[in-house]
């Protein structure tokens, strides 16, 4: 079975373009949610999509967004980047996510690599 | 190799002795907790789980401790390997208004050396 896909695995932009991640899920998993990863604020969480709809969401602000496809593989935008956005940018997958009334073990994809100049 | 982080307390150890990661967690409604091991370059790794009806959980290897007392985790990994150099994670889980919601904590770096 594939593991969860992020792509692409490294990017850079400058100060005020804009970003999509995309991650591919495991086969049948229907939950995937994003974290953000720095040396200094450790793994934090984005947002959780589940069959299409964003069940949860952490605090970031608003140039942060993200959406679910019918196949569950699901896509991170962020706009108007700035310097502090350099991150690694973490997608897992799920059978029932940890959003809902289930407690699913997450599944990471390796990640993908932003570098903001 | 990418840096999870630069100022992670690190546990530094001999191959083939026993490892101890203690992590303290926040919030006293949390109900369930998991173990990640994060090798460099990688995403994390679940390495184990468990629930807060529980106070111990063995896997392969590894055993988790949970004291809901003082709200403290800990991860022992027997016989220490090379291979279990990485970052490992503790998080916990709870019920949030109606969600769970997972929080992370920010790490500890285990070193085998050989």
């Known amino acids: 079975k594939a593991g969860v896909t992020q792509t692409p695995r490294y990017l850079i932009k400058t100060r005020g373009q804009q970003v999509t991640l995309s991650c591919s899920p495991i086969s049948g998993h229907r939950s995937v949610s994003w974290y953000q990863q720095t040396p200094g604020q450790g793994l934090q969480f984005l947002f959780e999509?589940?069959?299409?709809?964003?069940?949860n969401k952490g605090n970031f602000p608003g140039r942060f967004s993200g959406r679910q496809f019918s196949n569950s593989r699901s896509e991170m935008n962020v706009s108007t980047l700035e310097l502090g956005d350099s991150a690694l940018y973490l997608c897992?997958?799920?059978?029932?996510?940890?959003?809902?009334?289930?407690?699913?073990?997450?599944?990471f994809g390796e990640g993908s690599r932003l570098t903001v100049l | 190799g990418e840096s999870v982080g630069l100022h992670l307390p690190t546990l530094s150890v001999q191959e083939g002795d026993n490892s101890i990661i203690n992590c303290a967690y926040s919030n006293s409604a949390s109900d369930y907790f998991i173990w990640y091991k994060q090798e460099s370059g990688k995403g994390p790794q679940f390495i184990i789980d468990i629930r807060s009806n529980m106070d111990k959980r063995q896997g392969q290897r590894v055993t988790v401790l949970l004291n809901k007392t003082v709200k403290h985790l800990s991860l022992q990994i027997a016989a220490t390997q090379p291979g279990d150099s990485a970052v490992y994670f503790c998080?916990?889980?709870?019920?949030?208004?109606?969600?769970?919601?997972?929080?992370f904590g920010s790490g500890t770096r285990l070193q085998v050396q050989p």
């Open positions: 998080a916990e889980n709870w019920m949030d208004t109606g969600r769970r919601a997972l929080t």
């Open positions: 999509y589940f069959s299409e709809t964003q069940r």
């Open positions: 897992a997958s799920s059978q029932t996510g940890t959003s809902g009334r289930g407690t699913g073990e997450l599944f």
